[in-house]
């Protein structure tokens, strides 16, 4: 029997999601920077500074960064942790990777690049002191998985940083759905000439776990001192925890 899993508001099978994600980031790929100030009004700039503040990357530190898109935390990651450091910058979709890949050669940063699965990662245990997912873990089929595989790369006293969408104040909600389900999906028509990405992206944020259980699910990943800081009255957060 085929298991299933959520695309958006549709149920699919498994082994379908990944490709259906895998074809809207290859159709997003070239305008997402440009999108995210458009949707977020350059909030995301600023939700990225305070992850970027919060991981703490001090010189010789090695660093994961997961659904690395195009590149904004492993830049800021590289300057911080400098010659001595390592910083991988890593995402499933080849061309979202490609575009972050050149986008660090563009700023002098030469820093390993690698196509992979969160759910798979093909890093030794107890090798990085941060690992970082910047609004990448609600397309993951089993974040449970995803979860455990940031845990085991991480060392003892190392930091996982997931910043992602998140579920906003409720007097704000009606107003962020007319805006999710409206204009989101015409700017991306207007922008990418892509409606339906966009409308899939305003969905996967519905689906993905609140605040609370997204703690919860850290915690059974194995993470201690798990928080979360709402951002925009919580229309992102971020989450952090330790592996002890």
């Not at 149920?11 to 920077?33: G, I, N, Q």
């Not at 972050?100 to 798979?120: F, S």
């Not at 999906?185 to 000439?193: F, M, S, V």
Request: contains cysteine; glycine residues 8%; proline residues 4%.
């Amino acid at each position: 029997m085929t298991n299933t899993t959520h695309f958006g508001y549709q149920t699919v099978a498994e082994e379908e999601k990944a490709h259906k994600v895998a074809e809207v980031f290859h159709s997003v790929a070239a305008k997402y920077d440009v999108m995210n100030d458009l949707m977020s009004g350059g909030l995301h700039r600023l939700w990225k500074t305070f992850t970027i503040a919060q991981a703490g990357v001090r010189p010789g530190f090695k660093v994961l960064d997961i659904a690395g898109g195009t590149g904004d935390l492993a830049r800021a990651f590289a300057k911080q942790a400098g010659p001595t450091g390592e910083v991988w910058l890593t995402d499933i979709n080849e061309s979202m990777l490609r575009v972050g890949r050149d986008r660090l050669l563009n700023k002098g940063l030469v820093t390993p690049t690698l196509l992979c699965d969160a759910e798979k990662l093909p890093f030794p245990t107890d090798y990085f002191d941060r690992v970082s997912v910047a609004f990448g873990l609600r397309n993951m089929t089993h974040k449970d998985q995803a979860l455990a595989e940031m845990r085991r790369v991480l060392k003892p006293g190392g930091k996982l940083l997931v910043l992602e969408f998140s579920r906003v104040w409720e007097p704000l909600q009606k107003p962020y759905d007319v805006y999710s389900f409206s204009v989101l999906p015409w700017l991306g028509q207007r922008i990418a000439n892509d409606a339906e990405s966009y409308r899939y992206l305003a969905e996967s944020i519905r689906m993905h776990p609140d605040q609370e259980t997204l703690k919860q699910m850290m915690q059974e990943a194995g993470l201690e001192r798990v928080e979360y800081f709402n951002l925009t009255a919580g229309v992102a957060a971020l989450h952090t925890g330790i592996k002890l």
